[in-house]
């Protein structure tokens, strides 16, 4: 989006209006490919009976499917995969259909132009591309390409620019941020990069996603329980907790190992808050290792947890092995997993009750607009709970805005959600371009896309 803006291409969130409409895909599991697909037919419609005069389909789908998308929907005029997004001019403007598939080896800079896409306050920086691991459920490496780092001062560069433009939050990203700098020669590189961005004022949290955890070192723990602005917060996908399980997975470890990790991540950052994601019904998985995942979660008490059902896909290592769990079990052991985390979510979030706690104010809130909605720092963007505030105005008539950090007083507490109201404001940053406001990139002008956010213009 931010080549074609550079360039002068206004964009649209009106499919019926655009002349070139391009599809970023997601190919990670079955029910993504279908969306996907589903998505680039529906744009096809629009091609026959709208204003658009090209389709493209960029992204992960492309590198699966580059050349069955443009045999199988002839109304496609180009697709460009993830080691191509620098040509996607030539896809909108030129002949280009189809390039040879090549290892995607892309990754951008602080001066490749970019739309950020999410509210001001919140930006996402992607610090490395491509993943190393073997996990057998797993098709990310052959999507993305081989794990490399983004260069450090190119990711301090563009969470300074963030921070200049009014970002209050970074959540640092890449499928496997814990070996951040390894390829660049760094020792404990995402430990250091947090410490370089811990220093970037104007911001509230710097938080970074995704924690492979035999990657977690002493380091990593010492320097996020240094910082203030670092976000005592970690999101450690552990998939499973079964020796065997985890085996056929190619992750190695037990849950045990897992339990002392823990118990460390803990010792070392007082109050911090956790997240994992599991994977239920891998093949092979007996109902003994369902009962051995059931345990790690109760023992664990994690703040946040994801279940996902095991999907096949074919080109994964795991497709080949035998002994499938059937869909109907599957779907029944990720209610229960869930049905166990709620208990400890609910009991956990209980303990805020009647306390008051720094929060980010994020805006009204999507779900009821008599409510705003914010965030505390143990709370990540998207995909965590979140603290709705019944008022956000002072008794002495100064009212929160978004992107304020707040003190927030929790009245109520439910399963996943806080409620509360704002009991003060924080000071406000007064940084070049913030108080006074940024200046317009032409874009914002222009339009918004789906999510409601203006589009902004970086580098
Ligand atoms: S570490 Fe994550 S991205 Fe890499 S192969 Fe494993 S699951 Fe996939």
Redesign the pocket.
């Known amino acids: 989006m931010g080549i074609l803006a550079r360039e002068g291409y206004e964009l649209t969130p009106r499919a019926d209006e655009a002349e070139v409409l391009v599809v970023n895909t997601c190919s990670f599991i079955e029910s993504a490919q279908k969306e996907s697909v589903d998505a680039i037919l529906e744009m096809a419609e629009h091609k026959k009976f709208g204003a658009a005069k090209k389709l493209i389909v960029a992204g992960c789908l492309v590198e699966r499917f580059r050349e069955q998308i443009l045999e199988q929907v002839p109304e496609v005029d180009a697709v460009v995969g993830t080691g191509e997004v620098e040509r996607i001019l030539e896809a909108v403007e030129g002949d280009l259909r189809v390039l040879p598939a090549e290892p995607p080896a892309f990754l951008y800079h602080d001066l490749t132009p970019r739309i950020i896409t999410t509210p001001r306050h919140a930006a996402y920086i992607k610090i490395a591309e491509g ?1 190393d ?3 057998t ?2 098709i ?2 052959q999507l993305r390409g081989k794990f490399r780092s983004r260069r450090f001062e190119s990711v301090v560069r563009e969470a300074e620019n963030l921070a200049a433009s009014g970002a209050r939050e970074i959540t640092l990203i890449g ?2 941020t814990t070996s951040y700098g390894e390829d660049l020669g760094l020792r404990d590189g995402l430990a250091q990069l947090l410490e370089r961005l811990g220093q970037v004022e104007d911001l509230l949290w710097v938080r970074f996603l ?1 924690a ?1 955890p035999n990657r977690v070192t002493q380091k990593l723990l010492d320097t996020l329980a240094a910082h203030p602005r670092l976000a005592k917060y970690m999101d450690m ?1 552990l998939q499973h907790a079964s020796r065997s399980v985890l085996a056929r997975m190619k ?1 190695g470890s037990h849950g045990d190992a897992f339990l002392k990790l823990l118990e460390r991540i803990r010792a070392t950052i007082p109050g911090v808050s956790l997240r994992t994601s599991f994977i239920v019904g891998f093949p092979g998985e007996t109902e003994a290792d369902f009962e051995e995942l059931c345990g790690f979660v109760r023992a664990a008490k994690l703040d946040w947890i994801g279940v996902f059902e095991y999907s096949d896909v074919d080109n994964a290592g795991s497709y080949a092995l035998d002994t499938k769990v059937d869909a109907e079990t599957i779907t029944e052991r990720r209610n229960r997993l869930m049905a166990i985390q709620k208990k400890i979510s609910r009991e956990r979030l209980r303990g805020f009750k009647g306390s008051t706690a720094l929060a980010l104010v994020e805006g009204p809130s999507k779900d009821n607009p008599l409510v705003w909605e914010a965030r505390l720092e143990g709370m990540a963007p998207d995909i965590d709970g979140k603290l709705y505030l019944t008022d956000i105005e002072l008794p002495i008539g100064e009212t929160a805005c978004s992107g304020d950090a707040a003190r927030v007083e929790i009245t109520k507490t439910d399963a996943y959600d806080l409620i509360g109201h704002v009991v003060e404001i924080l000071p406000r940053p007064v940084g070049p371009g913030i108080s006074a406001g940024p200046p317009m990139p032409p874009t914002e002008a222009l339009t918004r896309i789906s999510t409601g956010a203006a589009l902004r213009v970086l580098g």
């Open positions: 993943c691991h073997p996990c459920f797993c990310i490496p499928q496997d995704y492979y996908p992750r």
